[in-house]
T-cell receptor, first 115, second 119 residues
């Protein structure tokens, strides 16, 4: 079974600064997908960014980028120019390739952006 | 696009009653929907995978008779918590997968969740 580990239960960052959230996973598969989801106080799950394991290039979405290290099974999220609205729980998630669409979530990191 | 609507957003009811939660895909067809449970300050735990026109697949440890799932159409899945008790109080979230067939990279899109409180 796959496992996803987020070793930072809480983090804080000053507005406009950069912060990196870590995520590691364990799998024996070669083809899979990785996601970062954001859950603000409203509790809605919002997709932040995704990465296909077969792609070597790191995914980027505006201020959000990932550092995907396949050999190390690491998938960290970097948030640049942090904004107050980035305050939320961030969950790293793993999904196997193929037709199994189940997501395995990490325990989450609570990020607080301070003014 | 890819909007998932979940209703109700919050429900309070007495112990012993049954509660139905609806999950709708508003602008796409969802062959597969997922139901999660989330306790305060914890991660999402998958309860079951709901497939249109067939029986749901439950995760280990989830009581099938307690959490009834129906996926009668491509846009609607329902979760019914039967004979609810205080320990069933939790935040329930559904999600739906956009795309079919070979579009394996499509992510899940989530509803806004339902806060269930059993008195």
């Amino acid at each position: 079974a796959q496992t996803v580990t987020q070793s930072q239960p809480e983090m804080s960052v000053q507005e406009a600064e950069t912060v990196t959230l870590s995520c590691t996973y364990d799998t024996s598969e070669n083809n899979y997908y990785l996601f970062w989801y954001k859950q603000p106080p409203s509790r809605q799950m919002i997709l932040v960014i995704r990465q296909e394991a077969y792609k070597q290039q790191n995914a980027t979405e505006n201020r959000f980028s990932v550092n995907f290290q396949k050999a190390a099974k690491s998938f960290s999220l970097k948030i640049s120019d942090s904004q107050l609205g980035d305050t939320a729980m961030y969950f790293c998630a793993f999904r196997s390739g193929g037709s199994n669409y189940k997501l395995t979530f990490g325990k989450g990191t609570l990020l607080t952006v301070n003014p | 696009g890819a909007v998932v609507s979940q209703h109700p957003s919050w429900v309070i009811c007495k112990s012993g009653t049954s509660v139905k939660i609806e999950c709708r895909s508003l602008d796409f067809q969802a062959t597969t929907m997922f139901w999660y449970r989330q306790f305060p300050k914890q991660s999402l735990m998958l309860m079951a995978t709901s497939n249109e026109g067939s029986k749901a697949t439950y995760e280990q440890g989830v009581e099938k008779d307690k959490f009834l799932i129906n996926h009668a159409s491509l846009t609607l899945s329902t979760l019914t918590v039967t004979s609810a008790h205080p320990e069933d109080s939790s935040f329930y979230i559904c999600s739906a997968r956009v795309g079919t067939g070979g579009r394996y990279s499509q992510p899940q899109h989530f509803g806004d969740g339902t806060r269930l409180s059993i008195l």
